[in-house]
């Protein structure tokens, strides 16, 4: 089955902190993958995606995103956490040539003062 | 340039209503889609229309939803009747693949449904 898991329900760091958000896929073949941000009462929006070539893929807000297929993973990662940062992230892929999104349940990262 | 626009933002009905949402996509994205989320959940796939066909609806409850996509640009969705169990937000979003991979999926904010 194809699939995108998050790991990790919520997450809190401290401001300041790194900001590690993981996410990993099943497929056989590399998909496409994508972070999406969603602030409370919004939809939502790209931070970044992986379609070919460079590995490590960088996205708005300073938010990173590397994809490791000896891993199936795909983690986001921010070196220096901002209270503006507080929201749900989802991880979502994109498995073969169609355009049929799935979804991963969303982590939901709170940043403490 | 306008994003992707959905009516109403919120919906309260009684138990057996029928309710409809409108989703007007990005001009010139073929692509459209329907997410059903739910509370602490990540958007699952009812239907997605490439232009005016209905290319994937197998996550459709078609008993009680419809969906139609006329002239291949705006969008309903309607449920009749509507349950309890329907309580979610609605998301509509767009799509337009330019070369290789598909294109990145631009989301409306969404149409919150409270059904009493």
């Known amino acids: 089955a194809q699939s995108v898991t998050q790991l990790g329900s919520h997450v809190s760091v401290s401001e300041g902190a790194l900001v590690l958000l993981r996410c990993n896929y099943s497929?056989?073949?590399?998909?496409?993958l994508f972070w999406y941000v969603q602030y409370p009462n919004q939809g939502l929006q790209l931070l970044l995606k992986?379609?070919?070539?460079?590995?490590l893929v960088k996205g708005i807000n300073g938010f990173e995103a590397e994809f490791k297929k000896s891993e199936t993973s795909f983690h986001l990662t921010k070196p220096s956490a901002h209270m503006s940062d507080a929201a749900e992230y989802f991880c979502?892929?994109?498995?073969?040539?169609?355009?049929?999104?799935?979804f991963g349940t969303g982590t939901s990262l709170t940043v403490i003062p | 340039e306008a994003g992707v626009v959905q009516s109403p933002r919120y919906k309260i009905i009684e138990k057996k209503q029928p309710v409809a949402f409108w989703c007007n996509p990005i001009?010139?994205?073929?692509?459209l889609y329907w997410y059903l989320q739910n509370l602490g959940q990540g958007p699952e796939l009812l239907i997605r229309?490439?232009?005016?066909?209905?290319?994937?609806d197998s996550q459709l409850p078609k008993d009680r939803f419809s969906a139609e996509r006329l002239k291949g640009v705006d969008s309903t969705l309607k449920i009749q009747p509507a349950e309890l169990g329907d309580s979610a937000v609605y998301l509509c979003?767009?799509?337009?693949?330019?070369?290789?991979?598909?294109?990145?999926?631009?989301f409306g904010e969404g149409s919150r449904l409270t059904v009493l």
């Open positions: 001009s010139g994205h073929n692509t």
């Open positions: 497929s056989s073949v590399p998909p496409y």
């Open positions: 979502a892929g994109v498995m073969n040539t169609g355009n049929q999104f799935y």
């Open positions: 992986y379609t070919t070539g460079a590995t």
């Open positions: 979003a767009s799509s337009l693949a330019v070369g290789q991979g598909p294109g990145e999926l631009f």
């Open positions: 229309y490439e232009n005016e066909e209905a290319v994937d």
